[in-house]
Structures are given as C-alpha cells and as structure tokens.
C-alpha cells in the first residue's frame, strides 16, 4: 500500500512539473507568462510587461542609450529612437525593474 502511494506521488509530481514548463516568466504582478505568448509576441515585434531583457533584445534589438540616472535601484531604462512603424517614426522605452519589463511606451517621433 505504501508503495503504491510512493508511486501515485511521483506520478502527480511529474505531471506537475509537465504542466509548469509550459510556463515560462513570472512576471512582476506574480502571473505567470506563457510560453507560447512571449514567442508570438516577440515575433510581432512587440513587448509585453513581464518580459526579460533577452526578450526584449530578441524582440526590438539592441537599444540605442541605455540610462540608469535617476531611476529608482534595480531599475534601467532602454531607448529606441524613430524606429518607423505603420509609416511614422516613432521613439520606443522600455523600463525594467530587476531585469524584468516593469514598463513601455511607444510615441510618436518629432523632427526639430
């Protein structure tokens, strides 16, 4: 009888870790990610809040400055300058906390 439980619970222990690895990030809100999400989403071009830094590089590529001046600690902002989109240059940040996408923004850009 014992050994047949020891074997139940190693059954439902590999289920369960099947189960996780489909989930891939655990985003700052405590969501989990999926992993499907975060490859669709990368190859669209486009970020979602939760992301690593390795996503977003896969996803927008390397950023033109990177500031860490007057940011909070752990947290660094990227800048993607008039990258054209739909026909219009637009600017592009990205903020992380701890590595991780804490925020974006995408906005029009202006020539001066």
Do not use: H
């Amino acid at each position: 009888m014992i050994r047949m439980i020891n074997i139940l619970a190693l059954l439902i222990a590999f289920s369960v870790q099947g189960c996780t690895a489909a989930l891939a990030v655990n985003n700052q809100s405590g969501d989990l990610m999926d992993k499907f999400t975060i490859k669709q989403a990368v190859e669209e071009r486009k970020i979602l809040k939760g992301m690593t830094k390795e996503q977003v590089l896969a996803s927008w590529g390397e950023p033109d400055d990177i500031s860490t001046w007057g940011t909070d600690p752990g947290e660094e902002i990227w800048f993607y300058k008039g990258i054209l989109m739909q026909f219009v240059k637009k600017n592009k940040r990205v903020t992380f906390q701890n590595g991780i996408v804490k925020d974006y923004y995408i906005g029009r850009w202006t020539d001066k």
